[in-house]
């Protein structure tokens, strides 16, 4: 084993830089992940733009990265679950499996979760991980390193769909057609929804929804979503005004996922909501998806592929984080460290 390796870091907003950092050790129930792929997610860019998501500030230097897959390079103390030359698909978290959130399944809302790349927890764009052997996810050789890496948001798509109880003959809103909204789409269509609506504003990537089986789109800076009603909104755009006219075309006793993250503020119509009875609630992260995510993946039922639009190594990370701003095409950034 090489005893040094790069990573890109966060000095500041706006900056990036190569550092060159001890390869870390994996202890007791970890292995050492030597990283393939890392897709780049827009929390990332967030944190690179602004410094900051809500409560979690950066205040210090910050490895980013939270959508990572490579291979499994050596073992800790006890590990039995996977072995040297394992392809994983990496859980970017490690919750402290003991509090009541975890001991109840919800592990994503363990209080001492420690995620990859929110501060002060150092994120996957390095050469090597190390991660605890039950989030190093083993993948078929049928999943190449980008989707492996792509699991991770897809998983936030299978999550999102779960709390929606989405199902065979539901009636689908998805608002928002970024990475999340894509994947979100596909996995309703994979659950037999009957019609699943896809919204935004940028026409490319509508086309884009529209080929991974959305079965409508609307443009909302050209249309309405008036006259949709479905069952089930999936809200992926994160913004106030788009969020609120999603919630208010909901049919009676329809549920709501609230899944991305753009403001901290979100002023209701509590009116419309109590007279149709509309369910509201919200995701963070996911918990036991990976297993779903593989198999989706491994079947082709979701196409992850299609996402990507640009392929950087660890010295060019500033200019993967900054692809969407550059190109309305852009979707979905992936590093390769070793490049």
Same mark, same amino acid.
Request: hydrophobic share 45%; proline share 7%.
């Given at each position: ?15 990036? *830089? &190569? ?33 900051? $998501? ?16 490579? =291979? ?17 698909? $990496?859980?970017?978290?490690?919750? +402290?499996? /003991? ?14 979760? =420690? ?7 150092? %994120? ?20 190449? +390193? +980008?989707?492996?890496?792509?699991? =991770? ?43 699943? *609506? *896809? ?14 089986? @959305? ?9 309405? #979503?008036? %006259? #949709?009603?479905?069952?089930? #909104? &999936?809200?992926?755009? %994160?913004?106030?005004?788009? /969020? ?35 369910? &509201? ?5 996911? @918990?036991?998806?990976?297993? /779903?995510? $593989?198999?989706?993946?491994?079947? %082709? ?16 990370? =500033? ?7 550059? +190109?309305? /095409?852009?979707?979905?950034?992936? $590093?390769?460290?070793?490049?």
């Amino acid at each position: 084993m090489v005893a040094s390796m790069r990573t890109a870091v966060l000095r500041r907003i706006g900056e990036i *830089v &190569l550092e060159e950092r001890p390869v870390p050790v994996p202890g007791p129930g970890e292995v050492l992940v030597r990283v393939a792929a890392v897709g780049v997610c827009g929390s990332d860019v967030h944190y690179y733009e602004h410094g900051r $998501i809500g409560d979690f500030v950066v205040e210090a230097p910050l490895v980013l990265g939270h959508e990572p897959a490579g =291979e499994v390079v050596a073992l800790g103390e006890g590990v039995t679950r996977v072995g040297r030359g394992t392809r994983v698909s $990496i859980e970017p978290g490690r919750p +402290d499996f /003991t509090c009541p959130q975890c001991l109840a399944g919800r592990y994503n809302l363990c209080p001492r979760m =420690e995620f990859f790349a929110t501060p002060p927890v150092d %994120g996957a764009l390095a050469e090597y991980v190390v991660v605890h052997e039950a989030f190093a996810h083993p993948v078929p050789d049928s999943l190449d +390193d +980008d989707r492996a890496a792509l699991l =991770e948001p897809l998983s936030v798509g299978v999550w999102a769909a779960r709390k929606g109880r989405v199902g065979a003959g539901s009636r689908v809103l998805v608002n928002g057609a970024g990475p999340i909204g894509l994947v979100a789409t596909q996995v309703a269509v994979a659950a037999g929804a009957a019609k699943v *609506v *896809v919204a935004d504003v940028n026409a490319h990537r509508l086309q884009v929804a529209a080929r991974l089986g @959305a079965t409508a789109t609307v443009d909302v800076s050209r249309s309405h #979503l008036d %006259g #949709l009603e479905p069952e089930v #909104l &999936l809200e992926c755009s %994160g913004h106030p005004g788009a /969020t609120r006219a999603a919630l208010e075309v909901l049919a009676p006793a329809g549920r709501a996922v609230l899944v991305g993250s753009g403001s901290a503020d979100l002023a209701l119509p509590l009116g419309f909501l109590q007279r149709r009875e509309i369910e &509201l609630t919200a995701t963070f992260r996911y @918990a036991n998806t990976w297993p /779903t995510a $593989i198999a989706l993946a491994a079947s %082709g039922r979701v196409d992850l592929d299609a996402l990507v639009t640009g392929h950087y190594g660890l010295a060019d990370t =500033e200019a993967a984080l900054t692809a969407p701003s550059r +190109d309305r /095409t852009a979707i979905k950034s992936v $590093i390769r460290p070793a490049d």
